[in-house]
């Protein structure tokens, strides 16, 4: 498995905007899907964003039009810009690879 790390996160206010990175361990160019997952307290963990070694992406409705994914194979990077953000927004956001390795989390608050 590849060691994920994300960072980015942290509070802003309504309509602001974050850029959220995942830093893998090891090369990822190997690794067909990286995606970005979030929970929020009292709620089940659940898919935001996705992107394959070719590019294609897939978003929750929630977000879409508002967050892009995007991956940097040659930095071991996957990155979620995340604009307008909303209060609903808030949560823990992992990064997730299709081989089942799980990042340790970044705090995103969005206040109102």
């Known amino acids: 498995q590849v060691q994920l790390v994300e960072s980015g996160g942290g509070l802003v206010q309504a309509g602001g905007s974050l850029r959220l990175s995942c830093a893998a361990s090891r090369s990822i160019f190997s690794i067909n899907v990286m995606g970005w997952y979030r929970q929020a307290p009292g709620k089940r963990r659940e898919l935001v964003a996705r992107?394959?070694?070719?590019?294609?992406?897939n978003y929750a409705g929630s977000v879409k039009g508002r967050f892009t994914i995007s991956r940097d194979n040659a930095k071991n990077t996957v990155y979620l810009q995340m604009n307008s953000l909303k209060p609903e927004d808030t949560a823990v956001y992992y990064c997730n690879a299709e081989d089942g390795s799980w990042g340790q989390g970044t705090q995103v608050t969005v206040s109102s």
């Open positions: 992107i394959t070694s070719g590019g294609s992406t």
